[in-house]
């Protein structure tokens, strides 16, 4: 069947039909990942938006739902070079057009993604329809594009009620294992034909509480808090301040989600009276965003966005620079940045983009991409170990 891109400025683009049998306006935007199609579709921070992969073939190896970040695709839209018709892998539930028609995405394959991709790097990110209609009138369709907004969407993806994750046992294979170890033989790996002793991570966070407001967190930062041994309750996007702080935990994360951070004006309020008290707070992509919104700063919404899994990320304070996974289109303006409440600590080596905030005299520090990747690569997980380092810390303080 055949199917039809219409942008806001008037670009059709002719392709065949994938996924659900809808027509759909939303957010055209592109993501630059050579994988990850799964974590991409199920990540609430594309809830809004509909999604053009520039990597030409997708699908190949399948839906893996072990690797889905969340329980369902959030996308309003889907767009490929080309659709994999026969996936690959042992691991494989399904194909990509099952899971796109599963979940109720629409999308369109088979137009040139490349040309569609330089249209929003040039003129920015704009709306689009996906139809299958033939005959639409152009004009009534531009109206209508025009007028769409993605709309307050955190309280779309945000989970319904709070609901804890406890903390896991990471086990590695025989061998040298990247920072501290331990060996305990209560643990074996069965999968060869004797049982063999293996190491075990230390839980580095053990009888760590944090709580975790989810204004569309990818379930990998509640794990990767797990995997160090925290304990880790989440919140829904409008928990009052009061109700976190009166669990008293030993640190509180904010988590990436979707849309103008603008428009959150409740909760920026309540992360402002998170801010005025002394408790650890780390902060992902969104979270980063409405932290600065409330103390002060300010943001603005980028010409096409970041969103992939190779950006490149200077550390200020340390002149490295990191590959990360990201995937925003809003960012904090530093020029409108008080240094006596908040100073840059990380900045974009492509553009030149606020990539993070260390806060004066504050337990915070915020960055805007995903340091708990998926997909994307694991340069930055140490931004969690940092997390748990300052949580300890300031619990010896409160102790001494």
Request: charged share 25%; net charge negative.
């Amino acid at each position: 069947m055949k199917a039809f891109l219409i942008l806001e400025d008037g670009t059709v683009f002719e392709g065949v039909h994938i996924g659900a049998d809808r027509e759909v306006i939303s957010e055209i935007v592109f993501n630059t990942s050579m994988a990850g199609y799964l974590e991409v579709l199920t990540d609430p921070s594309y809830a809004g938006q509909a999604v053009c992969m520039t990597y030409p073939l997708i699908g190949n190896y399948g839906i893996c739902r072990e690797d889905m970040e969340s329980v369902r695709a959030w996308p309003d839209g889907f767009i490929a070079k080309e659709l994999s018709r026969i996936p690959s892998n042992f691991r494989c539930d399904m194909s990509i057009q099952e899971f796109l028609e599963e979940n109720g995405v629409p999308g369109i394959a088979g137009i040139d993604t490349r040309a569609l991709t330089k249209i929003l790097r040039e003129k920015g990110t704009m709306n689009g329809m996906i139809t299958t209609r033939e005959h639409v009138g152009l004009e009534e369709v531009l109206l209508q594009l025009k007028a769409y907004t993605t709309g307050k969407v955190v309280e779309k993806v945000t989970c319904r009620e709070k609901h804890i994750v406890k903390p896991t046992v990471t086990l590695a294979e025989n061998g040298p294992l990247a920072g501290a170890a331990r060996f305990d033989s209560a643990f074996y790996e069965k999968g060869g034909r004797e049982h063999k002793p293996t190491l075990v991570k230390t839980l580095n966070g053990a009888g760590l509480k944090v709580a975790l407001l989810d204004f569309g967190a990818k379930d990998n930062i509640a794990r990767s808090l797990a995997e160090r041994g925290c304990e880790v309750t989440v919140y829904p996007a409008f928990t009052t301040a009061e109700e976190i702080i009166e669990t008293r935990p030993d640190g509180i994360m904010l988590s990436n989600g979707p849309g103008d951070p603008k428009e959150c004006t409740s909760i920026i309020r309540e992360i402002r009276k998170l801010y005025d008290t002394e408790i650890p707070i780390f902060a992902i992509c969104l979270g980063h965003q409405l932290m600065a919104l409330a103390t002060g700063a300010d943001t603005y919404k980028m010409k096409y966005g970041h969103r992939g899994g190779n950006h490149p990320v200077k550390d200020l304070e340390t002149g490295k620079v990191y590959i990360t996974s990201q995937n925003h289109g809003y960012v904090v303006n530093t020029d409108r940045l008080d240094p006596k409440v908040a100073v840059p600590a990380f900045v974009n080596v492509n553009d030149g983009t606020n990539e993070g905030l260390a806060y004066t005299g504050k337990n915070i520090f915020t960055v805007q991409y995903h340091p708990e990747a998926c997909p994307g690569p694991q340069d930055s997980r140490y931004l969690f170990d940092r997390f748990i380092d300052r949580m300890k810390k300031e619990g010896s303080a409160s102790h001494a």
